[in-house]
């Protein structure tokens, strides 16, 4: 367990801002970061765990309390057969694309077209992370916690967890601590059914079809640094927190509202907004169809610091010296151009602590 000062938490997230944290203590085992939280939680003073910080915004001002960094590690096979799948524990500090890489090359199936998403493994359970038709939900088995409300371990099954649409019963609040994930995969040569049709085009197949885990990870990783969602410490493009904003779930009648909101604003024989059915009912659409005929392009906000991604609109970004206020202005901008122009209220998917969007 290392103990430091006023270090600043720009160097701990991906969008490259934040204050400094008052105490900063790294951990590198599971039993270091249960007595980490407890140490923080028996004084009684502020906590904040941070992972990959690849979906969090941490005011200018810092954070008056201590931040413990989770840098816990292992991947460990539990058991793998052909009839039962792959058995897996990975510690929460270790870091996602990691994962998918010892997957696609162990035959393990199921988070291949997660191939390139920042941050480390116990941040996505939280809110089920996902891309290109796969979600943590589908692999996860059971999600182990520190809970400090009852100062004990204790265990969620896959049913237990809650999952939805990037949420969780993990998310909105701090009460548990995630020590490592179980994952079921399938053993297999080839991934999961291809269900995003840029990727099946990239690919060269129809939907639904199955193609080598190698395969579907390196079409993946394309389509992402097309967007610039790969990190790259050359690419500003990258130093973000990736997708700023969910994409909007609405009733029928809302997506209805909508349909007549684009038409008349955007003329009649003019464009439509994506739609995607729901199991329940409701329809999903694109918050980077919205953000960009609401008039923010690509590159939106250039030469200043903060500004929209010039490979996709749906990431705000820092060109280098922004500060958190820079972000977030930029941000509150799009989403209320948004709202105005369509009357769609877009949700920031990345954490905001010291700040309101």
Known sequence: MREQHDVPL?????????????????????????????????ADEPLLVVSGGSNLIVSDDG????????????????????CGGAVVRVAA????????????AEGWAGVEA??????????????????????????????????????????????DCAFTYR?????????????DVLFQFEVADLGRPVAYAALAKGLGVELGTRVPLSD????????????????????????????????PILSRRE?????????????????????????DGRVKTSAAWLIDHAGF???????????????????????GGATTADVLALARQVRDGVRDMFGVTLVNEPVLVGEQL
């Not at 931040?67 to 052909?82: K, L, N, R």
């Not at 909508?258 to 604003?265: A, P």
Request: hydrophobic share 40%; with cysteine; charged share 25%.
């Open 10 to 42: 720009s160097t701990l997230t991906t969008m490259r801002v934040g204050g400094p944290a008052a105490r900063l203590v790294t951990v590198t085992t599971t039993d270091e970061l249960v007595d980490a939280v407890r140490e923080v939680d028996d």
């Open 63 to 82: 954070f008056e309390g201590t931040v413990v960094h989770v840098a816990t590690s292992g991947i460990e096979p539990e058991s793998a057969d052909y």
């Open 93 to 104: 500090g270790e870091p996602w694309d990691d994962v998918v890489v010892r997957a696609v």
């Open 114 to 159: 997660l191939s390139g998403i920042p941050g480390l493994t116990g941040a996505t359970p939280i809110q089920n992370v996902g891309a290109y038709g796969q979600d943590v939900s589908q692999t996860i088995a059971q999600v182990r916690t520190w809970d400090r409300q009852e100062q004990a371990v204790r265990t969620f099954m896959n049913a």
């Open 167 to 179: 949420h969780s019963r993990f998310k909105g609040h701090s009460r548990y601590v995630v020590l």
């Open 216 to 247: 579907a990870r390196e079409a993946v990783l394309e389509q992402r640094r097309s967007r610039g969602m790969v990190l790259d410490a050359a690419d500003p493009d990258t130093w973000s927190c990736g997708s700023f904003f969910t994409n």
């Open 255 to 279: 997506f209805d509202a909508l349909v007549e909101r684009v038409g008349e604003r955007l003329g009649w024989e003019g464009p439509t907004p994506p739609r995607f059915p729901e199991s």
């Open 297 to 319: 392009a690509k590159g939106f906000g250039l030469p200043a610091p903060a500004a929209l991604s010039t490979k996709h609109t749906l990431a705000v970004t820092n060109r």
